[in-house]
């Protein structure tokens, strides 16, 4: 699997029900964002974590990291329909400069 | 709250032409970036910007790309002979100097070559 790659690749749920994606990557990373896009739109930043933190929260925003198995999961609490979007996870390699590796991200979709 | 801006958001050009995408980065932001993304792909990582010279580049971008910041404010990317396949969402990023530096994206501008 590549860098920040994302499962699933397409989640389908009722509104008002959580909504879990999960990241794996395989270098060490400094950080590890999570971004929304609307289709055919730009990238919106929802969250960063360190890689010395494990939980972080942001509204409806519940981030997890887990660097021993390179893994880091968002979940999204009572989704609404305005939810729906793809989500990307992008890392930055501790080695490398600031660039940031994008998986292909998880399509989202919440039915009213 | 501040945004990073782009222009054009679609550009359409001919194969072989030269393009030019601008981008105003947030205003105390000191690191640039470009990505881009081909349709229904992964957003791909093109170059990084600091202090006024290329800190970082990939494969993509190759000596028919530039970036500039010819002011203090504008950050771009030209093109010198469009191909095809250079058809994608380009995206500028820019990011506060310290860490953790999270990037924020503009909305991006659309090129298509024909």
């Known amino acids: 699997s590549q860098q920040g790659e994302e499962d699933p690749q397409a989640l389908s749920i009722q509104e008002g029900e959580n909504a879990t994606m999960n990241c794996s990557y395989k270098?060490?990373?400094?950080?590890l964002q999570w971004y929304r896009q609307n289709s055919g739109r730009g990238l919106v930043h929802l969250i960063l974590i360190r890689s010395n933190e494990r939980e972080k929260h942001s509204g409806r925003l519940r981030v997890t990291l887990d660097t021993s198995k390179k893994s880091s999961s968002l979940l999204i609490t009572a989704s609404r329909a305005a939810d729906t979007a793809s989500y990307f996870c992008a890392t930055d390699s501790i080695q490398g400069a600031q660039k940031l590796v994008f998986g292909q991200g998880t399509r989202l979709t919440i039915n009213p | 709250e501040p945004e990073v801006t782009q222009t054009p958001s679609h550009q359409v050009t001919q194969m072989g032409q030269e393009v030019i995408l601008r981008c105003v980065p947030i205003s105390n932001h000191l690191y640039f970036y470009w990505y881009r993304q081909i349709l229904g792909q992964k957003v791909e990582f093109l170059v990084s910007?600091?202090?006024?010279?290329?800190?970082?580049k990939s494969e993509i971008f190759d000596d028919q790309f530039s970036v500039e910041r010819p002011d203090g404010s504008n950050f771009t990317l030209k093109i010198r002979s469009t191909k095809l396949e250079d058809s994608a969402m380009y995206f500028c990023?820019?990011?506060?100097?310290?860490?953790?530096?999270?990037?924020?994206f503009g909305p991006g501008t659309r090129l298509t070559v024909t």
């Open positions: 910007f600091y202090n006024n010279e290329i800190s970082e």
């Open positions: 990023a820019s990011s506060q100097q310290g860490a953790p530096r999270g990037q924020y």
């Open positions: 270098t060490s990373i400094n950080n």
